[in-house]
């Protein structure tokens, strides 16, 4: 979540924040959930709603299948015009952030109430009951039989595959596009999901298309990721560098003094 504000702020986007459930984290692995009751998490969503209009709503970690409930009638009640639904159900760290038994739920009750859905491969493959392959005709279908669940757009990321270009796949309306950029060789790779996602909600009330959107918010993502190695943050998979376009490049690289 805090990069998903990072995110909107450096996109020129003001973010406001409910949590589901804290984590404790570092970059190495997630030692532990506590989910919020349900009651609370309706609360959080009802009072932002109530005063502050909501351009877009950008659905991260939940954590279980009561708490995609609550979402899911939060969004049914208050229809936020842009919903990106980042279906995660596992850390970079190989640590599960949503209970198998959600995986249905979130199926079920938020695909369907979804602009676009954002899923990584193995998301991809446990949304659809099957294994899912960085193989362009097998990510296509993906994509397609997702949206066929009720997601508007699906954009299928490949950041997974192990190919020198990472190609991810949006299936918008009848068309499927495939956007590729070459892979960059970093273990900063903390949170690059949850970055284009909160992108992609930034950026769909400023764009006019979905792809529009979803193109620029890559492009903002590959930033991120090339100057990830200009911080150093923890020893395992570090953060992006959200402000790349903001910070003075040279100081980050030099370590002098602001
Ligand atoms: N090394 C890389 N170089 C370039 N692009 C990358 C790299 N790794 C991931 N990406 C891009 O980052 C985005 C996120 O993809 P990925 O498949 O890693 O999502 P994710 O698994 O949900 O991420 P996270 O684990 O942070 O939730 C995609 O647009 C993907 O193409
Ligand atoms: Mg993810």
């Avoid at 009751?37 to 932002?48: E, G, I, K, Y």
């Avoid at 980042?86 to 979804?114: F, I, N, T, Y």
């Avoid at 859905?117 to 446990?126: F, M, Y």
Wanted: charged content about 20%; aromatic content about 4%.
């Amino acid at each position: 979540m805090l990069a998903d504000l990072k995110t909107f702020a450096a996109l020129g986007a003001y973010g406001c924040g409910v949590v589901a459930a804290l984590t404790a984290q570092n970059t190495r692995s997630v030692t532990g959930i506590h989910e919020v009751p349900p009651a609370f998490l309706r609360l959080q969503l009802d009072t932002l709603f109530d005063d502050v209009r909501i351009d877009a709503v950008k659905v991260g970690m939940l954590a279980s299948a009561e708490l995609v409930r609550v979402v899911a009638e939060a969004l049914r009640r208050h229809r936020p015009r842009f919903v990106v639904l980042d279906p995660v159900m596992v850390a970079k760290s190989g640590d599960r952030l949503l209970r198998a038994d959600a995986v249905a739920a979130l199926r079920s009750e938020l695909l369907p109430l979804a602009t676009i859905v954002t899923p990584n491969l193995p998301e991809a493959g446990d949304l659809l009951e099957r294994p899912v392959s960085e193989a362009l005709a097998d990510m296509r279908s993906a994509a397609a039989a997702l949206q066929a669940l009720g997601a508007q757009a699906v954009l299928v990321k490949g950041g997974h595959g192990t190919g020198r270009t990472v190609v991810d796949v949006l299936r918008d309306g009848p068309d499927t596009i495939e956007l590729s950029a070459p892979r960059i060789a970093t273990k900063n790779t903390h949170g690059t999901g949850c970055t284009l996602s909160s992108a992609i909600a930034a950026l769909l009330p400023q764009r006019s298309t979905v792809a529009d959107a979803v193109r620029d918010a890559r492009e903002y993502l590959l930033g991120a990721i090339r100057a990830s190695d200009e911080l150093e943050v923890g020893s395992g998979h570090g953060p992006l560098n959200h402000f790349h376009e903001v910070w003075p490049r040279s100081r980050a690289v030099t370590g002098e003094p602001a």
